[in-house]
């Protein structure tokens, strides 16, 4: 699959990506920092005398389009690569591991997760939530290789035991 941002200059989506990053803001409620019983996330001002409705100087800004990222950087992630969502293995087939990454839906289970996250590491395509099926992968093949090593030490000592005999 070819993605559409192919086209876009290394430099050109630097370019981009860092007029993205000067333009983001943490846009808070209005008096959220004064009234505790205020939650942060953003709600916008509607009263009459409101200072950050009416803008005044050294009030914090309101939410405008001008903040907006430039669209061809929209739905990019900060390295630049598109972002695919991963259901099921059979995704992984389409994912460009040049240009794309891959995030495993949040209503997959630990196995499947497992199943996906192995898939990828075979083919190095970079997975941007693995959660703790990342350790427990890991756990699992040094279990695997433990195991291995287990046995050729139960082999060995029985072949020992055999030449003794």
């Known amino acids: 699959m070819i993605s559409p941002f192919s086209n876009i200059k290394e430099v ?10 000067m333009r983001k803001r943490e846009f808070k ?4 920092w004064i009234w505790n019983k205020l939650d942060e996330s953003w709600r916008r001002p509607r009263g ?8 005044i100087k050294g009030k914090p800004p309101l939410v405008k389009t001008g903040y907006r990222s ?28 040049l240009t794309q990454v891959a995030m495993i839906a949040g209503t997959i289970g630990v196995r ?15 997975v941007l939530n693995p959660g703790r099926a990342e350790a427990r992968l890991e756990l699992e093949t040094e279990g695997i ?7 050729e030490v139960v082999e060995e000592y029985e072949e020992d035991i055999e030449e003794e005999e």
Do not use: M, W
């Open 112 to 126: 499947k997760r497992l199943e996906i996250l192995g898939f990828a590491k075979r083919f190095g395509i970079k």
């Open 29 to 32: 409620r209005p008096y959220s």
């Open 48 to 55: 009459k005398d409101n200072k950050v409705r009416l803008q």
């Open 12 to 21: 050109e989506l630097r370019r981009l990506l860092k007029i993205r990053k």
């Open 70 to 97: 430039p669209k061809r950087v929209r739905c990019l992630h900060p390295t630049g690569k598109e972002i695919v969502t991963v259901r099921k293995v059979e995704d992984l087939y389409n994912i460009d591991p």
């Open 145 to 151: 290789a433990e195991e291995e090593e287990e046995e």
